[in-house]
């Protein structure tokens, strides 16, 4: 993967980026999708946000080698303390980290947060609590994805802020939009999911030490909730 070549995963982040959008990429280690969307034409501008000093200088890097300081942006910050109001940030991609991480950073700096935004976020893994904090921030999901790239399952989760909206337990913990369409990469994951998790339930049985009961439940709750899904 580079800033010409993306993995199949950005690919499909990529092509939910509003053409022309100003984008700040938040964790964008080698800034390679920005970097990417610039280079396209597919976009005005980028900010590619870094919390680490080694990700950010490779960001810098790759910015310099493509020769576009003047279109994208990198900066060591934060969360969503790299965006700056004179940015006319139009979309935020939040990639490649768990879903409890994406939920903080866009939790810790509400205010930075014009809601005029379209949110871009690749969880891996924690879909459900973030799924949480965008119903309880008024924002709805417009698009939703599962694909699989060198034998993981990794979601997109496309959202603007609408008012609100109420999903059920169900669809915060599959995706409302998967839950109707149904795809055959999120059948397969559902059933790769369905296999750990009775095998998760063998082993809290054989343990030596007795598992709290509520973990077992809301274990049993999941396997239940999977095999009517897949029934
Ligand atoms: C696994 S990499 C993902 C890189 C890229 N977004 C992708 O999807 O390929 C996660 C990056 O997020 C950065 N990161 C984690 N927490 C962050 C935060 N609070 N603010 C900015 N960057 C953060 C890490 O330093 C790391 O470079």
New binding site residues.
């Given amino acids: 993967?580079n800033e010409q070549t993306l993995?199949m995963?950005?690919e499909r982040?990529a092509a939910h980026v509003p053409l022309g959008a100003r984008l700040a990429?938040?964790?964008?280690?080698?800034a390679?999708?920005p970097v990417a969307l610039v280079r396209r034409g597919a976009i005005t501008a980028a900010v590619a946000?870094?919390?680490?000093l080694?990700?950010?200088a490779?960001a810098e890097r790759t910015v310099r080698e493509s020769e576009l300081e003047s279109q994208v942006t990198v900066r060591l910050?934060?969360?969503?303390?790299?965006i700056e109001p004179s940015d006319g940030i139009t979309a935020i991609?939040?990639?490649?980290?768990g879903g409890e991480?994406i939920r903080?950073?866009l939790d810790?700096a509400k205010a930075r947060l014009s809601g005029q935004e379209r949110l871009i976020l690749?969880p891996?893994g924690g879909e459900q609590p973030l799924r949480q904090w965008l119903m309880e921030n008024d924002y709805r999901i417009l698009c939703e994805e599962v694909l699989r790239e060198n034998r993981f399952d990794y979601e997109i989760i496309v959202a603007e802020r609408t008012g609100p909206v109420l999903y059920t337990a169900q669809e915060l913990y599959f995706g409302p939009l998967q839950l109707q369409s149904r795809s055959p990469a999120f059948l397969a994951k559902w059933q790769r999911l369905l296999r750990q998790k009775h095998k998760t339930l063998a082993s809290f049985a054989q343990a030596r030490q007795a598992v709290p009961e509520a973990k077992v439940q809301a274990v049993a709750r999941e396997v239940k909730w999977i095999t009517a899904l897949l029934a």
Wanted: charged letters at 15%.
């Fill in positions: 993967m993995s995963r950005l982040v990429d938040i964790g964008s280690d080698h390679y999708l946000g870094e919390v680490a080694t990700p950010f490779a910050a934060n969360g969503l303390e790299a991609s939040l990639c490649g980290m991480t903080d950073i810790s690749q891996n």
